[in-house]
C-alpha cells in the first residue's frame, strides 16, 4: 500500500470516529518526529503495539479485502480495539489460539460475520455447529452461518471460532474487548495471506502504524520489551 493512501484511510477512519462522538486517545496523534522525540516515554505502548493499524493483509486491494484498527490498550490482562469496516470490505477468514474477544457493534450499518467452529487439531470444520453467545444469550449457527449484529450487539469469540466479517449494507464501527493481543503470532488465516500490508513510501507518514515501530523508532520494538506491555 502506497503510504499516501494509507494517510487518506487513517484520516477518512479518524474522522468516521469522531462522527459516533467516540474521542481517540492523546498518544494517536503524535508524529513520528515526536515519537522519536519521547524515546523511553512511549515505550509502553511501542511494546504493546498500541496504536493506528491499517492492513490490506498482503492482498493489494483494501477497499475489497481490508480493515481499520487502532489498539487503545494491551495491558496484562485484557486489551480493547476500535475499527472500522467498510461496506462489503471483507476481513478474512482467521481464528485465534489464545484470544477471546467480544466484538461490538459501536454503530453504522449491520455487521455481519461468516462462522466455523474448529476440529481438534485447529482446521476449519465445514459441517460442526457453531456455539457462540449474543450479548450473553446461546447462538447455534450452522457451519458457514452468518450472524448480523445490529448497532449496539456483540458476540463473545472463542478460540478456534473460524470468523470473517463485513459491513452489511453500510459502513460499521465496530468495538473489540478481548483477553491480551498478540497480532504478531496469534492470528490464524484460513487463506495463506499476512496480516500487515506492505507500506511503499511515497509520501511521509502522518502517524505511525504499529507495523512501523521498529522501522521508524530506530532499535525497534526489542529496545522497549523492558517494560513487558502486552505481554
Do not use: C
Request: glycine share 12%; aromatic share 10%.
Amino acid at each position: 500500500m502506497k503510504r499516501s493512501y494509507i494517510n487518506e484511510i487513517l484520516q477518512e477512519a479518524d474522522g468516521f470516529i469522531r462522527s459516533f462522538g467516540f474521542s481517540m486517545p492523546p498518544f494517536a496523534y503524535l508524529t513520528p518526529a515526536q515519537m522519536q522525540a519521547q524515546g523511553a516515554a512511549v515505550s509502553a505502548l511501542v511494546s504493546a503495539r498500541m496504536g493506528w493499524d491499517i492492513t490490506d493483509y498482503g492482498l493489494e486491494d483494501f477497499r475489497k479485502t481490508g480493515l481499520f484498527l487502532f489498539t487503545l490498550r494491551n495491558g496484562a490482562d485484557y486489551a480493547e480495539k476500535i475499527m472500522v469496516s467498510r461496506q462489503g470490505q471483507i476481513s478474512p477468514l482467521h481464528r485465534h489460539g489464545v484470544k477471546t474477544e467480544d466484538i461490538i457493534n459501536r454503530g453504522g450499518a449491520m455487521l455481519a460475520i461468516e462462522m466455523f467452529t474448529s476440529t481438534p487439531n485447529g482446521a476449519l470444520d465445514p459441517e460442526a455447529k457453531v456455539q457462540v453467545r449474543v450479548d450473553g444469550v446461546a447462538r447455534t449457527l450452522p457451519a458457514g452461518g452468518i450472524l448480523q449484529l445490529a448497532p449496539g450487539e456483540s458476540v463473545t469469540l472463542a478460540p478456534g471460532n473460524w470468523h470473517a466479517f463485513w459491513g452489511e449494507g453500510g459502513d460499521v464501527l465496530i468495538g473489540e474487548v478481548s483477553t491480551v493481543n498478540d497480532d504478531l503470532t496469534d492470528n490464524i488465516f484460513h487463506a495463506p495471506i499476512g496480516r500487515f500490508a506492505t507500506v511503499e513510501e511515497d509520501e511521509a507518514p502522518l502517524h505511525l502504524l504499529v507495523s512501523d515501530y521498529e522501522k521508524w523508532l530506530g532499535t525497534g520494538i526489542s529496545s522497549f520489551a523492558s517494560s513487558g506491555a502486552g505481554r
